[in-house]
């Protein structure tokens, strides 16, 4: 793989780069790539003439390196770019199944916990706020306060295997 050679073989200067040095490219990697190594053709060809207008030859010398140093690392960059957004199809996937459950679990709560004055405080305070990480939160007390008062879930007939499923998604949630 001579890209990834040509990225070895250029990194300590990448990295010597101050990050207020860096820019983005005006176009697009690939095509800013392939016009630089088709300038790196023609300049090869009138390398004497460049040189002699001033050009430094390690310059001339170096874009076909440097061209494949930067699709290595455009390469690489889009592998964690992609990956970046399949955990984030995974977490949106996660997180709406989640959110539905959330309402459930609040709704049934409200309902079984409504003739007890502290538990019903104790939901409703669950119930505040808003936001991905108030519900995972929320997931995991809920799953807590029924486990520990599970008789007014049992009496309005609530799969408790539910309270199970809110603490599963507060744990893959919260680690995302």
Not at 86 to 115: C, Q
Not at 131 to 140: E, F, P, Y
């Amino acid at each position: 793989m001579a890209q990834k050679e040509d990225y070895q073989a250029v990194l300590d200067q990448l990295t010597a780069i101050l990050a207020e040095k860096v820019s983005v490219p005006g176009m697009p990697v690939d095509i800013y790539a392939q016009e630089a190594l088709n300038l790196s053709y023609y300049a090869l060809g009138d390398k004497e003439l460049l040189v002699a207008k001033g050009l430094q030859a390690e310059y001339i010398d170096s874009l076909p390196v440097r061209v494949g140093a930067m699709q290595y690392a455009q390469s690489e960059w889009l592998a964690v770019s992609n990956s970046k957004s399949e955990a984030a199809k995974e977490w949106n996937g996660i997180s709406e199944k989640a959110s539905v459950l959330h309402r459930e679990l609040l709704h049934d709560f409200r309902f079984a916990y409504r003739n007890d004055r502290e538990l019903k405080m104790l939901v409703d305070k669950i119930a505040e706020g808003n936001g991905n990480a108030d519900m995972i939160q929320d997931l995991s007390d809920m799953h807590a306060l029924g486990k520990a008062n599970p008789d007014q879930l049992v009496a309005i007939n609530k799969d408790m295997s539910k309270l199970d499923l809110a603490a599963e998604y507060a744990g893959v949630l919260g680690i995302c």
